[in-house]
């Protein structure tokens, strides 16, 4: 089965540097890559995703890129802000267009916003 | 504007006893999921289910079942309960099809222990 690595596992940036999160994955016919945050005591949920026709892909403050051949694909964080504190999870699965796929989740990184 | 519930936030149970998680879900959703969540161990997948009275096995499905009667609700039953089981548990959804849009919608979590 698939298996995700991610990096690092603590992660403290002053507020208003940039953070990136790395991830790898094993089962090269995975398609499809989530970025969930978590905050404190609260639900998981997603920030933003990208599959695998896509190399990368923008929203806002928050990007994420994706190398196929490399398998890794990394979170990147700009102009950081104390709200960005939180564990983030990445993910990856094979969608085949039907039926469900479940997801294999990293083992999260918690980003730590210095003031 | 809760759409994935979990009937309890915490939960204490003995060894041995039969556990009964429930996880219902308003948005229609095809496919759900139960995973659990563990320190330094991100989620890991129990099992998930496509489509009424169906599932599959996730990752761990060891000492746990599931069952899934009507398309909105999805149970997690541990048969007996053992210590090792002790973990927060998450439900989540999603739709059949990605191209719909959105990743897993989450639970707020049922946090139990065996004691």
């Known amino acids: 089965g698939e298996n995700v690595e991610q990096h690092p596992s603590t992660l403290s940036v002053q507020e208003g540097d940039s953070a990136v999160i790395k991830c790898t994955y094993s089962d090269s016919a995975s398609n499809y890559f989530p970025w969930y945050k978590q905050e404190l005591g609260k639900r998981p949920q997603l920030i933003i995703d990208?599959?695998?026709?896509?190399g990368e892909k923008k929203d806002q403050r928050i990007a994420v890129t994706l190398n196929k051949t490399a398998k890794h694909f990394s979170l990147h964080i700009t102009e950081t802000q104390p709200e960005d504190s939180a564990v983030y999870f990445c993910a990856a699965s094979m969608y085949s267009g039907g039926g469900a796929d479940g997801l294999t989740f990293g083992k999260g990184t918690h980003l730590i916003i210095q003031p | 504007d809760v759409k994935v519930t979990q009937s309890s936030r915490y939960l204490v149970k003995r060894t041995g006893e039969k556990v009964f998680l429930e996880c219902v879900q308003d948005m229609d959703h095809e496919n759900m999921f139960w995973y659990r969540q563990d320190p330094g161990l991100g989620l890991r997948l129990i099992y998930f289910s496509y489509d009424v009275k169906m599932k599959e096995k996730g990752d761990i499905p060891e000492g746990y079942s599931v069952s899934r009667e009507k398309k909105e609700r999805f149970s997690l039953i541990l048969e007996s309960a053992s210590t090792n089981q002790t973990s927060m548990y998450l439900c989540?959804?999603?739709?059949?099809?990605?191209?719909?849009?959105?990743?897993?919608?989450f639970g707020s979590g049922t946090r139990l222990t065996v004691v």
């Open positions: 989540a959804s999603s739709p059949l099809s990605r191209s719909s849009g959105g990743g897993y919608t």
């Open positions: 990208i599959r695998s026709n896509v």
